[in-house]
């Protein structure tokens, strides 16, 4: 018998379930939309993540014909803010040929933790890392990732604080979770408090520093 890990961010079901948990589902969904369409190799998500279709929590229904496996199409129009989310990062990652490589990123990537050191230890919950995009013709990217449930301050550890603008932030509410091209939040400070569980994406010109 499998494992299965899971948490319903307590709160059993959708129905009657506090405007808090939804709003950590959220977060959650778009913390592993940035991480998957983050990571180098090919993109996959099944059909409704994208608007949290949810299989009333059954992971594994595939002797089931009825509505526990069919794709609720309402759901789309009942959570516009998290499809929004899952375009912008597809469009994110397409903007960016230095993500999608036909080999690891190697000496481009460096790893980085709150400060200047990753925290490598079993019950991490910590990372970040700058990947320069020089040698695929793209700008420099940093993420910061918290997955632990309170907030942490993370030191961003290259450039000038006046270089890094913030496209995502997962904590946010829905327009300023994602801010498109040309209206990313510019940096005032090489300092960033980050919410518990929530990922930060920035990015940095070419020529930033």
Known sequence: MAESHSWNCGWEGDEGAPPEVVK?????????????????????????????HTQAGNNNPYNQDNAVGWVDWSRLHANPDMFRFFK????????????????????????????????LAYDSRSLAFALHGGSH????????????????????QEGAMNAWRRVVDTSLESPFDFLEPGNESPFQSLHYRVAGRAVIILVRDKDGG
């Not at 950590?24 to 090919?42: A, D, P, V, Y």
Request: charged share 25%.
């Open 137 to 156: 013709q793209d700008i420099d990217l940093y993420v910061m990732i918290n997955a632990y449930w309170e907030e942490l301050t993370f030191q961003i």
């Open 88 to 119: 912008c990062m597809i469009a994110f990652r397409k903007a960016h040929p230095s993500l999608a490589r036909s080999r690891f990123w190697r000496e481009d990537v460096r790893w980085y933790g709150v400060g200047s050191e990753p925290d």
């Open 24 to 52: 950590l589902r959220k977060q959650q969904i778009k913390n592993f939309c940035c991480l998957l369409f983050l990571s180098n190799g090919t993109p996959m998500f099944r059909a409704g993540d994208e608007f949290m």
